[in-house]
């Protein structure tokens, strides 16, 4: 719709991602091109809901269902980055399945948990067969969005903190960290920490199953520097030993950590 144009949120060749790093995230995600990002500055979004005319803009982008879910946020910092998430999967969806700038009713669009909390979208369009599956993350000032045709999806986005030092024993064995310390030598630990952190998180929510993977069932096994600040993750999985090794891109930018895994649903065990 017309208000969308408030936002930057187009990933690929500006904004988070540099054509060179989109490229490399396609190659090592099996050259799968049926996927769209989509990435939400707060901020704007912040003033474009503050302004006095728009007071109705993020009802735009929400169904009747979404609407009331979003006045019910007493925080305005959780109802913003609520939204802001849902922009972003929508978005994402609308740009997959239609194209890029083709007008869309986004109240038609829903974006609803399923049993286990997995986002999952209800695009009301005839003709489009299965809709994409998605994933939504956010961190700081951003919200993240991705859609994926055929292969399940997940995405991560952190701040960069020391806090990850101090809790690095729950989330990274000491092999995985000397394989950072290793690989990741252009980056301090806390950095090299929060890209693990996000790697995990990722894999976590694209490997469908029940209960939830956790973070020790995930292995890093290697990891490929492309440059210093875009790497190439390996991970196996102990749970499921006869899983094949799951391929994570990761990115450092600014004080964001973000990664991205796709995963085909003949790979995952549990898939619903």
Known sequence: MENSKCFSYK????????????KLCQKLLNNHRQICLSFIDLNYLLKACQKERNKSFPLSFLSKKEQKKYLSFNFDKRKLEWLGGRVAAKISCSELILGPQTPVDWHAWEVTPNPAGRPYILPNLPNIGPPPDIS?????????GCASQKLTCGIDLQKITSTTIKVKKRFASSKEQSILKKSMSACDQS?????????KESLRKAFVCDPLLGFTD????????????????FFSCTRFPDAPMMQCFLVKHHEYAFALTLISSLHNPNIV
Do not use: M, V
Request: negative net charge; contains cysteine.
């Open 11 to 22: 990933i690929n060749p500006t904004h988070f991602l540099s054509a060179r790093q989109w």
């Open 136 to 144: 939504i993350s956010h961190s700081g000032n951003l919200a993240c």
């Open 191 to 199: 950095t090299a920490l929060t890209l693990l952190w996000a790697a």
């Open 218 to 233: 995930l292995q890093l096994i290697d990891l490929i520097p492309y440059d210093n600040s875009t790497y190439g993750a």
